[in-house]
DNA sequence: CGAAATTAATCAAACGTTTGCGTGTTTTTT
DNA sequence: AAAAAACACGCAAACGTTTGATTAATTTCG
C-alpha cells in the first residue's frame, strides 16, 4: 500500500505529453486546449494528485510559511493572538510556525536565526523580557524578510509594530476612578526597565493633572510582580498618610496577589481595584477588579497578521512607511452584581 | 543591501572545486581532505551561508516538520500541550505548524489534507467535538505519515495515541470524598456522545460500588456544558430525595457555573465540589473546588510528540505495535487557608 | 618495483515544478 | 492566396542540495 504520490512527471508520462503542459493544464493556462486540460484535470484527479509543496517552495523560493516567536505560548494572550494568527494566515493559504523564546534573549537570538534558516516569508514577535539588543531582526533586512512587532514592541519607531495603547487606556482608568469620587489612587507598577511600565505612569499622571489634581509620587510604587513584592506595595498603600482608596494594578496576577491579600486583612471592600486584563475568568472572583483594561489579543493578532502578508505581498517593501498600529484598548466596567 | 543568500555553488565557484565538494566538506565527508574542508568552512563562515532548507527538504523528501491539529489553541490545555510539543521538537531540531479545528468536522478534514499536502512528517491530533469519522486520518497511511492522538481520541485501540485515564481518576475523586464522609454523591456529567463521559461515569460506578454502597443512576446528571444546563442539574441536585453533600463537576467550567449559582442560593458550605482542571486560576477562588483532577497537558504533549518522533524515525513503522499510552492523572487536593 | 589499496576530488543525475522561448499547426484577416 | 495572428504544445533550463559512481593521484605493501 506505499503508495509513492503522484506526481506531475507521471501524469505526463500516461497522458504522452509533457510536464510542461500537464503544469500549465492544472493551472488553467489560457496556452492549453480545453480537451487536453480536462484530460489532465480528470487524470489527476483519479490519480489523487496532490502538488508536492516542497519542490513548489523551493522551485518559487518562497515558502508560503509565516514565523511567530512570543515569550510563552500558554500565556491566555498570547495563545488568543497567535490563534488569530493561525486564523488569518490560513485565510491567504499561509502556515505558520511558532516557536516560544520563554522569555529568554538568547533563545530568541537562537530562534530568529532558526527562523531563517527555514526562510520564513515574514516574522511575528512579541519581544522577550530580557531583550534590550535587536541587531538580530535587523540581520533579517538583508534577507528582505518582514518583521512586524507586536504586543511586546522595541521602543522606537522605525519598526513595524501593532499595540495596544496603554497610556490612554490608564487614562481612561483613573478618570474612571476619579469620577467614582476617589481622590487617592495607588499604582502598583512594574519594574522601570519595562516600557509598559512607562506608558502606565503616563497615562496616570495624565489624567491625575488633566483633573486638577495633584501627583503624588509615592502613590505610584514599583514592583516586581510577584506575590510578596504586590503585598509589600499593599503595606505601603496601608500605611501611606494619605491612603489610597483605589489602586491601578499592573496586571491581573497582581490584582489577584493583591485582592487575596486585602481580603485576608479584611480590607478588601475600602478599595477599588482596576487592572489591566491576562486571566479570562478573573470576574469570577467574589471581588474582582471594578474595572479590566482590555488589550484585545485577537485583535492585536490579526492586525499584525494582516500586516505581515501586506508587507511580504508589496512589491516595494523597501521604500515602504513604517506601519505603527495603535490598537485602542479599552476599559471594561465589570458590573458587580451583588 | 538586497544580498542573495550564499549557495554552496557561489561557495564552489569561488573556491574553484565542485559543489559537491563543497557539500561534503560542510558535513564532515571523510573523502574531503582536511586542507580543502577548513577553506571550505572557513568561507562558508565568512559569507554567512546557510543551507536553503527548502530545497534540502525537497530534495530528501522529508521535512523536518510535525503537524499539530487541535481544537481550540487558547484553551489552557492545549496551549500547554502544544507549548510541550514545540519545546520537544526543537530539542530534535523539527519544526512544528499547527491548525485549529474549532472543534468542526469539515475544518479538520480539510486541514488534515492540507498537512499531508504540505508533507509533513507526522501529525499530532486531538480531534475535535464532531469527529466521529477518521477515514480523513486513515488515508494518511497510504502516504506514510505516522498519526498520534492525544487527550481527546478516538475510541478504538489499533492508532497510536496518548491520552490520560480519567476513569482511575474519578475513582481517586470519588474515593476521596467518600472518605471525607459524603454518602451521598453527585456527578454533572457531559453529554453521553462523548467518550469522556462514560470514563467518568465508568469511574463513579467503579468507585460507590468498590465501596459496597449503591448506586443511584439519578445522582449522574447529563448537561450540556453550558452555564444554564449547569444550574438545572444543580435544581436537581438541591430538591433531590437523597441530596448529595459533595458534586463531582465535569470540568472547571462547569465547577465555576456551579459554585457560582450555590454562592447565589447561599448553599455553598453546603456542598464539596471536585473537578476537573482547565483553569489555571480557579484555586484562586473564594470557594474553590475542594480537589481536582490534574490531567498533566504538558506532559502529555511531551510523550505524544516524543512517540511521534519516533514513529517517524523507525524503519519499519508497517510492522510496529500501537503505542497506547496512558497518562496517570492526580487528584490534587487544595488545602483551603482558611 | 609493480600491483593493490587509500585518499581526494569530480561528474552527473535526481528530487518536482515552473516558465521563457521556440515551433508547428490551424484559423483569421486583407 | 499569401501574410498575419492565434492557438496548442514541447524543449530545456532553473531552483540548491545530496549522493552513487567514477577518476586521478598518491601511498602502501609484498
Redesign the interface.
Known amino acids: ?3 509513492k ?1 503522484t506526481t506531475i512527471k507521471e501524469i505526463a508520462r500516461i497522458l504522452n505529453i509533457s510536464p510542461s503542459s500537464v503544469s500549465r493544464g492544472l493551472h488553467d493556462h489560457p496556452s492549453i486546449g480545453a480537451v487536453t486540460r480536462e484530460k489532465i484535470k480528470q487524470l489527476a484527479k483519479s490519480l489523487n494528485y ?6 513548489i ?2 522551485q518559487k ?1 518562497k ?1 508560503y ?1 509565516i514565523g511567530v516567536i512570543l515569550p ?5 494572550f ?3 493572538a ?2 488569530a494568527i ?2 488569518e494566515a ?1 485565510k491567504k493559504n499561509y ?6 523564546s520563554h522569555d529568554n534573549y538568547e533563545q530568541e537570538v537562537k530562534l530568529v536565526e532558526k527562523m ?4 520564513v516569508d515574514g516574522l511575528l514577535v512579541s519581544i522577550s523580557k530580557d531583550t534590550s539588543k535587536f541587531d538580530h531582526f535587523e540581520k533579517l ?4 524578510i518582514p518583521v512586524v512587532f507586536f504586543d511586546r514592541i522595541p521602543p522606537f519607531k522605525n519598526v513595524h509594530y501593532v499595540a495596544c495603547s496603554l497610556e490612554s487606556a490608564t487614562v481612561k482608568a483613573v478618570n474612571y476612578l476619579l469620577k467614582k469620587g476617589h481622590r487617592s489612587i495607588g499604582m502598583i507598577n512594574g519594574p522601570n526597565t519595562l516600557y509598559a511600565s512607562d506608558e502606565r505612569k503616563d497615562g496616570y499622571m495624565q489624567a491625575i493633572t488633566f483633573n486638577r489634581l495633584k501627583v503624588d509620587p509615592s502613590l505610584i510604587i514599583n514592583c516586581d510582580l510577584t506575590e510578596q513584592g504586590t503585598i509589600e506595595a499593599a503595606n505601603q498603600f496601608l500605611n501611606h498618610k494619605r491612603r489610597p482608596t483605589a489602586i491601578v494594578a499592573f496586571n491581573d496576577y497582581v490584582a ?1 496577589f493583591l485582592i ?1 491579600y486585602f ?1 485576608k486583612l479584611n480590607v478588601i471592600d475600602e478599595f477599588d481595584v482596576v487592572s489591566y486584563a491576562n ?1 479570562p ?2 470576574s ?3 471581588h474582582t477588579p471594578v474595572a479590566s483594561v482590555e488589550q484585545y489579543p485577537y485583535l492585536q493578532g490579526q492586525k499584525a497578521a494582516n500586516i505581515l502578508l501586506d508587507l511580504i505581498n508589496s512589491p516595494n517593501a523597501e521604500t515602504q512607511a513604517y506601519y505603527n498600529t495603535i490598537v485602542e484598548s479599552d476599559l471594561i466596567i465589570n458590573n458587580v452584581e451583588e
Chains 1, 2 share one sequence.
Not at 496532490?50 to 519542490?55: F, V, Y
Not at 502556515?95 to 516560544?100: H, M
Not at 531563517?116 to 526562510?119: A, D, F, L, M, T
Open positions: 500500500m506505499q503508495s504520490p496532490e502538488p508536492n509543496n516542497a519542490a517552495l523551493f523560493g515558502t510559511t510563552e505560548l500558554s500565556e491566555h498570547f495563545s488568543t497567535i490563534s493561525e486564523d490560513l502556515t505558520v510556525i511558532f516557536a516560544q531563517k534558516n527555514q526562510r533586512n538583508s534577507f528582505n489577584l487575596k481580603k486571566l475568568i478573573i469570577y472572583l467574589d
